[in-house]
T-cell receptor, first 114, second 114 residues
Framework: KQEVTQIPAALSVPEGENLVLNCSFT??????LQWFRQDPGKGLTSLLL?????REQTSGRLNASLDKSSGRSTLYIAASQPGDSATYLC?????????????FGTGTRLQVTL | GAGVSQSPSNKVTEKGKDVELRCDPI?????LYWYRQSLGQGLEFLIY????????KSGLPSDRFSAERTGGSVSTLTIQRTQQEDSAVYLC????????????FGPGTRLTVL
């Protein structure tokens, strides 16, 4: 059974700092990995999707890397802003036939302070 | 609207009652997913629809849970004889194709069973 772990569970940083969120998964036979953010009382917003054949994806101040063999992904946020405050979730899709369900980590709650 | 919509946004019910939750996916998306987010437990997969194929029901926690998707578009998740442990946020997502594409999430329905 795929298990996804995110460390740390919560993080507070001052505005302007660069930070790294970690995600690890137990089954390396993944199809892709996706990072989401969730704002309180709202649904999930997709940030980056990395296919299993890729090593990283970038969007603006966000960079996500994937090391499939070691079962790890990181989300790097540069020059953090208060608007980045949210819960960040990683999710993996296993490479098993038509199974498209995502297995989610429990998230990292980020607070960026002024 | 352009996004996934869900109704109602909040539902309070008494233990033992049946509830129906609705999801309107993005027009043209063939894949539809239901997830549940319980306090302190993260997001868990419930059920997945892809076109006219038989749905993947492997995540449904009990036979009190069922879902249907009519005409390949709108989906309804039904919970019969609700229990307090059913209290959670129920999230719906859709994607244009099965498998590798990004899943787009709705805002969720917060269900509270008294």
């Amino acid at each position: 059974k795929q298990e996804v772990t995110q460390i740390p569970a919560a993080l507070s940083v001052p505005e302007g700092e660069n930070l790294v969120l970690n995600c690890s998964f137990t089954d390396s036979a993944i199809y892709n990995l996706q990072w989401f953010r969730q704002d309180p009382g709202k649904g999930l917003t997709s940030l980056l999707l990395i296919q299993s054949s890729q090593r990283e994806q970038t969007s603006g101040r966000l960079n996500a890397s994937l090391d499939k063999s070691s079962g790890r992904s990181t989300l790097y946020i540069a020059a953090s802003q208060p608007g980045d405050s949210a819960t960040y979730l990683c999710a993996v899709r296993l490479n098993t036939g038509t199974a498209s369900k995502l297995t989610f980590g429990t998230g990292t709650r980020l607070q960026v302070t002024l | 609207g352009a996004g996934v919509s869900q109704s109602p946004s909040n539902k309070v019910t008494e233990k033992g009652k049946d509830v129906e939750l609705r999801c309107d996916p993005i027009s043209g998306h063939t894949a539809l997913y239901w997830y549940r987010q319980s306090l302190g437990q993260g997001l868990e997969f419930l059920i997945y629809f892809q076109g006219n194929s038989a749905p993947d029901k492997s995540g449904l926690p009990s036979d009190r849970f069922s879902a249907e998707r009519t005409g390949g578009s709108v989906s309804t998740l039904t919970i019969q004889r609700t229990q307090q442990e059913d209290s959670a946020v129920y999230l719906c997502a859709s994607s244009p194709l099965a498998g590798g594409d990004t899943q787009y999430f709705g805002p969720g329905t917060r269900l509270t069973v008294l």
